[in-house]
């Protein structure tokens, strides 16, 4: 069974999903853009958990382009998944770094049990990632992800009903939308 891929225009922490996942900075202490509301909507029980893993396994903060999981706290979730975009470079290609993001998120939210993910778009805000090239990347990975084999991503991700983008404003949302229409 392969999960939908679906966008909606909306706030990302007023969504319902098993997992949410955050455009986090690597000090998963909270910061602006997405990573900022969804601690502020989600209370201090995600900062909490932050200060947890910080405080054990990611003392020097979470590497970018991979993803660690926390408690959702306020919001309608399970679980908040964190991970750490890259910077947008005009003289050094992190595209794998982007990808990763997505991928390593699906992983996490797999090990978890999640049905439903949804996803910001990483790295487009204050890393200044161009949208276009950003929309192209995160569905080409999560489309790896959902159809690699038996010892792929895909296999972890086998039980997920829904991969759902969701994009503040309209020229995000064109921006998907055109890279899932030029994607098959």
């Known amino acids: 069974m392969s999960a939908r891929i679906t966008l909606v225009r909306g706030d990302i922490t007023r ?6 996942v955050n455009a986090a900075n690597s000090s998963l202490l909270g910061g602006g853009g997405v990573d900022g509301a969804i ?4 209370g201090p029980d995600i900062l909490a958990d932050c200060r947890r893993l910080r405080a054990s396994h ?16 306020r919001l309608d979730a399970h679980h908040v998944i964190h991970t750490v975009g890259p910077v947008w470079s ?13 991928r390593e998120s699906l992983r996490v939210a797999a090990g978890l049990g999640a049905r ?20 192209r990347i995160a569905v080409d990975a999560v ?10 991503a895909g296999a972890v991700a086998r039980d997920l009903d829904e991969v759902r ?6 020229v995000a949302y064109r921006a998907f939308d055109e890279a899932l229409a030029a994607r098959g």
């Open 165 to 170: 983008f969701v994009l503040f404003d309209e």
């Open 90 to 102: 005009p003289t050094e290609d992190r595209s794998d770094l982007l990808a990763s993001c997505y």
């Open 39 to 42: 601690h502020r909507r989600g």
């Open 116 to 135: 439903t993910v949804a996803f910001p778009a990483i790295s487009t805000g204050v890393y200044r990632w161009p949208l276009d090239d950003a929309a």
């Open 15 to 20: 969504q319902r999903a098993d997992a949410l």
């Open 58 to 73: 990611y003392g020097k903060g979470l590497p970018t382009g991979q993803a660690v999981a926390t408690t959702a706290g």
């Open 143 to 152: 489309r790896g992800a959902l159809a690699a084999g038996p010892e792929g």
